[in-house]
Nanobody
Framework: QVQLVESGGGLVQAGGSLRLSCAAS????????MGWFRQAPGKEREFVAA????????SYTDSVKGRFTISRDNAKPMVSLQMNSLKTEDTARYYC???????????????WGQGTQVTVSS
């Protein structure tokens, strides 16, 4: 069993930055792929970024490439999402996830956090 707790959300102006963190508990964290999804009001939950257990070969949705960076520290254990050059369309609730492999599909992640709200104002 893995528990995920997100932090770092908040209100920021367009063009600003935020760093989301996800603290994980559970003995199998280092063997799991980790990722972030987001859901805006009235929209489906969408993939944002993922990182394999080894920390290499990260993946991102096209809309955040070059602006967001996912990283992990298996020793803590924690996964982070650095978000730069934020846009109003990045406003959503962001969820930390864990699964057996990196994937863009929600069904591939067994463990989900409760989410943290990110609001980007114009």
């Amino acid at each position: 069993q893995v528990q995920l707790v997100e932090s770092g959300g908040g209100l920021v102006q367009a063009g600003g930055s935020l760093r989301l963190s996800c603290a994980a508990s559970g003995r199998t964290f280092s063997s799991l792929a980790m990722g972030w999804f987001r859901q805006a009001p009235g929209k489906e939950r969408e993939f944002v970024a993922a990182i394999p257990w080894s920390g290499g070969s990260t993946s991102y949705t096209d809309s955040v490439k070059g602006r967001f960076t996912i990283s992990r520290d298996n020793a803590k254990p924690m996964v982070s999402l650095q978000m730069n050059s934020l846009k109003t369309e990045d406003t959503a609730r962001y969820y930390c996830v864990a699964g057996t492999a990196t994937d863009y599909r929600t069904s591939r992640y067994r463990y989900w956090g409760q989410g943290t709200q990110v609001t980007v104002s114009s």
